[in-house]
């Protein structure tokens, strides 16, 4: 029997030592990859750049371009990382990834990428709003470029429009060098808007590749809107929802096409005082020609139209004598002028003649889904973001 207990703690210690010697298997790291690869001198900025882990997932990813961080983020496996917008033509880059797995070393991959150098750039023009103006509850976002666009998708993706109260919006182009930003409904009162074009790297044409990114931020002030009657000769304006002025008016004389004020929804576009204003269509001597200083005039469309100053009294509130215009009272004309943001509604009634969506910033005359179709992203939907996926 002792003979026995022994050959089992022989046994034992046996099995413990063998047990004791045996080390395991270590994990092996993962893997880290980056698209374009590393020392790449000529990837295409419009492709923006890509880093995944094989094996494993990503911890930190880390790209700096001339010592600033180039914005990107991951996918919900934390197993990709790729760029928020595209990259800068012929511009260095460095990334550093770092990826790991349990009961495996971390892996650290760092490298330089350079882009290729564009044949042809275009950038941004002009805008309007302009960069810190107050505008109306109307107010269109309109960017001219200074190149004509082939790609609008790739150009639309690129733009980026940030508000403090969410607001639903859209693009549509207008011509191949202009494209304008319309909300669903009025713009929210007294808040910020900032306006991103993420161009930089961004493909527009065969070789046309955008030269830098463009930011401007502007504010809605008050809530101001106007309500025009041209069969009752009056108009209301109201600011934040209380009528503030009325004011008796006379319009578009309609004795002709041109003489017809146009019915619709107006913007407010710009103002003088004095405007210049000469008939159009008429050589001095014509019948009906006249060339005029006009004060306190608030410009509504590109066809002519002003709410402006006159002393024809007599006529406001009675009769509609004017060559288009809206005519009003001199010292109300001042204070509409006083008080008038480019892009505050001008609602015009009364007339034959429609205003054209194309007219000025006549651009609420086209229903919500109308608009939209003008919009490169119509039919595919946004893509979320300024890179195309691969």
Same mark, same amino acid.
């Given at each position: ?8 703690? @022989? ?14 298997? &270590?994990? /092996?790291?993962?893997?880290?990859? !980056?698209?374009?690869? =590393?020392?790449?001198?000529? $990837? ?8 995944? $882990? ?17 914005? #990107? ?18 511009? %260095? ?10 009961? @495996? ?31 109306? @509850? ?21 733009? %980026?429009? +940030?508000?403090?109260?969410? !607001? ?17 409904? =009025? ?12 161009? $930089?790297?961004?493909? /527009? ?13 502007? +504010? ?9 009657? /041209? ?32 019915? #619709? ?53 009675? $009769? ?13 004309? /001042? ?24 007219? #000025?910033?006549? =651009? ?17 939907? &946004?893509?979320?973001? #300024?890179?195309?996926?691969?």
């Amino acid at each position: 029997m002792r003979r026995a207990v022994m050959f089992c703690v @022989a046994f034992v210690l046996a099995c413990g030592g063998c047990s004791s010697v045996t080390a395991e298997t &270590p994990s /092996a790291p993962p893997v880290v990859r !980056v698209w374009p690869p =590393f020392g790449s001198k000529h $990837a295409r900025p419009d492709r923006g750049l890509l880093v995944s $882990a094989q094996g494993g997932t990503l911890s930190q990813v880390l790209v700096y371009q001339g010592g600033e961080p180039v914005p #990107g983020r991951l996918d919900e496996s934390r197993t990709t990382w790729r760029t928020d917008w595209t990259l800068k033509p012929a511009t %260095e880059y460095t990334i550093t990834a770092t990826a790991g797995r349990e009961g @495996a070393p971390a892996t650290v991959a760092m490298g330089r990428v350079r882009t290729r150098a564009a044949v042809r750039t275009f950038q941004v023009a002009a805008t309007a709003p302009l960069p810190g103006e107050t505008v109306g @509850a109307g107010m269109p976002i309109v960017i001219d470029f200074d190149t004509p666009v082939e790609d609008r998708a790739a150009v639309e993706r690129a733009l %980026e429009v +940030t508000t403090q109260t969410p !607001v639903e919006g859209a693009w549509r182009w207008i011509s191949d060098t202009q494209v304008v930003y319309r909300t669903r409904r =009025f713009w929210p009162a007294r808040q910020r808007v900032t306006v991103s074009a993420h161009l $930089a790297g961004v493909r /527009a044409g065969a070789g046309l590749y955008g030269a830098a990114d463009s930011t401007f931020s502007f +504010t809605v002030g008050r809530r101001q809107t106007s309500l025009i009657d /041209a069969k009752t000769h009056q108009m209301l304006v109201s600011r934040d929802g209380q009528i503030v002025q009325r004011m008796a008016i006379s319009a578009g004389m309609a004795t002709t096409h041109e003489y017809t004020t146009t019915s #619709g929804v107006h913007l407010t576009m710009d103002k003088g005082n004095p405007v210049r204003m000469v008939s159009p269509g008429r050589e001095k001597g014509d019948p009906g020609y006249y060339d005029m200083m006009i004060d306190h005039a608030v410009r509504i469309s590109n066809s002519g139209e002003y709410v402006h100053a006159k002393d024809n009294v007599w006529a406001q509130g009675r $009769a509609n004598v004017s060559h288009g215009c809206i005519n009003s009272r001199p010292d109300q004309a /001042a204070w509409f002028y006083a008080t008038s943001l480019r892009g505050d509604p001008v609602t015009i009634t009364g007339t034959d003649r429609p205003l054209e969506w194309n007219n #000025g910033w006549g =651009f609420w005359q086209l229903p919500w889904e109308k608009w939209r179709l003008g919009s490169a992203l119509a039919e595919t939907g &946004p893509a979320g973001g #300024g890179v195309p996926k691969r």
